[in-house]
């Protein structure tokens, strides 16, 4: 039987994320791998000792997700109810018209990217780019120069461990920015909380909005459903060349196919494919990192029109005052071009999907708890207020929807049927 918490456990219970934080940490121990079930995931050499179990539960994200720890918070005032600390929250794009073309939304990450870079404040951004053990998915990138930080732009929706390498990284004494998702950024925070380097050495944590990415059996399906045979793709451009651009799969022998972004998605987001911790996570809008970047669609989707004219603009959010400071640099230094204002309670008409995750995660976790799970624990994420923003009958509609789920083995990494859309 695997130990409580254990990696196994963790993965058994369909929490692991695959972020690579645990093989980062136990290097010797713990290595990413393919596992059977199409997903990267830890597997240990060395089974890690009951210390180091305990050490793990701190910081992984398949046990703990975190917000802003207190100390970090500049205004107690400055925490809106529903998205966290919100230091400065504005519309932006790259001042580069060729890079807010070529990013994902309007290049807000990749301009404060080089900013951080090009000023001297950072001497690399630990990143992502497309590939890795398989075609379609990422893998951590550290990027020292411009071209490079570019090369690396866009968003990837499928398996990728961006924090393998962060502590090698810090190893050699750099400074760095990290871009990650929200929850590899909560596991990093919680991390820096007793290893002093993450203060230390990384300058700023960047991260985009995320609601969550293709599971291996929705990629399967896409794959097919465009006649492309896995073993012949050389790689997958998710989005980018436009605000959101086409999905385009490349082949091995130069041919391509291209698809638009809600062909790859679908029309409707309650029936986006995504892992089972993506459709119980508590925060997808980055509350522990410094900067967030995010789509501006009514909905979170792109209509028909947007998708051929939008030129691709970000809701940019600092939420600690190194991350206003940064933003507000980058803007006085043209990296980052305003396009309008914003308030936090425009992110309820852009991020729906994120809204109905917060208020639902407590049921959410006594619903695992009820089908003799761990569930997933919260810190400084408010998600005991958030509960009472649902009534009391969609809440217990939550709790036995989870654990029903869970019962039938819907939480699980090798589960691939239709049903396994988010509801
Ligand atoms: C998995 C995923 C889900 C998303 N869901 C939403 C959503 O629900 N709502 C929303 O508004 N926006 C979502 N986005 C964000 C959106 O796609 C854009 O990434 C975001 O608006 C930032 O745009 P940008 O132009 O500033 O990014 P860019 O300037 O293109 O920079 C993107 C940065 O993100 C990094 N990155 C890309 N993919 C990953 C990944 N898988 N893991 C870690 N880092 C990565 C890149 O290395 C790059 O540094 C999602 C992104 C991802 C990766
Ligand atoms: S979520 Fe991250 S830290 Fe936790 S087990 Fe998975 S890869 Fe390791
Ligand atoms: S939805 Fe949540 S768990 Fe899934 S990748 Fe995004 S931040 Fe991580």
């Not at 089974?47 to 050490?55: D, K, R, V």
């Not at 794009?93 to 990749?110: E, F, P, V």
């Not at 404060?112 to 075609?135: F, H, N, T, W």
């Not at 050495?201 to 991260?207: F, P, R």
Request: aromatic share 6%.
């Amino acid at each position: 039987m695997p130990t409580n918490n254990s990696i196994e456990q963790i993965i058994e219970e369909g929490l692991c994320i695959g972020c690579g934080l645990c093989a980062s940490v136990f290097p010797s121990q713990v290595q990413m791998q393919l596992s059977p079930s199409g997903h990267l995931r830890p597997s240990e050499s060395t089974a890690l000792n009951s210390g180091q179990n305990t050490h793990l539960q701190s910081f992984c994200p398949g046990v703990v997700q975190s917000g802003m720890p207190s100390d970090k918070v500049l205004n107690p005032e400055n925490i809106d109810p529903t998205w966290g600390a919100i230091e400065t929250i504005v519309k932006a794009h790259s001042g580069d018209a060729k890079i807010r073309h070529k990013a994902a939304t309007g290049g807000a990450l990749t301009a404060i990217s080089q900013y951080l870079l090009e000023s001297g404040q950072v001497d690399g951004i630990l990143q992502v780019a497309g590939g890795g053990l398989k075609a379609y998915f990422g893998h951590s990138q550290l990027s020292q120069t411009s071209d490079d930080v570019i090369k690396g732009s866009g968003s990837i929706y499928a398996s990728t461990a961006p924090l393998e390498n962060l502590l090698k990284t810090l190893d050699t004494g750099i400074n760095i920015a990290l871009v990650a998702k929200p929850c590899d950024i909560s596991a990093v925070r919680l991390l820096g909380k007793k290893d002093p380097r993450i203060d230390r050495q990384i300058k700023a944590l960047l991260t985009p909005v995320c609601g969550g990415f293709f599971p291996p059996f929705a990629m399967d399906n896409f794959l097919k459903s465009v006649g492309a045979d896995e073993d012949d793709v050389q790689s997958v451009s998710y989005r980018g060349e436009g605000c959101p651009g086409p999905t385009i799969v490349r082949f091995k022998n130069g041919e391509t196919i291209t698809k638009t972004y809600l062909d790859f998605w679908g029309t409707d987001s309650s029936q986006w494919y995504m892992p089972w911790r993506c459709r119980i996570c508590p925060d997808g809008s980055g509350e522990a990192a410094d900067i967030v970047s995010g789509d501006t669609w009514p909905n979170c989707e792109p209509t028909l029109e947007m998708m051929e004219n939008d030129l691709g603009t970000n809701v940019v959010i600092g939420r600690t005052s190194r991350g206003a400071e940064i933003i507000n640099g980058a803007l006085k230094a043209n990296y980052l071009n305003i396009e309008g204002d914003a308030e936090p309670k425009d992110l309820d008409y852009w991020q729906p999907h994120l809204v109905r995750k917060k208020t639902a995660a407590d049921a959410r976790y006594a619903g695992m708890r009820a089908a003799g799970q761990m569930g997933l624990s919260t810190l400084d994420l408010r998600t005991d207020s958030l509960k009472k923003c649902i009534n009391e009958s969609d809440y217990q509609q939550e709790l036995v929807g989870t654990t029903r789920r869970i019962k039938i083995g819907k939480h699980r990494d090798d589960f691939s049927e239709e049903s396994s859309q988010s509801s």
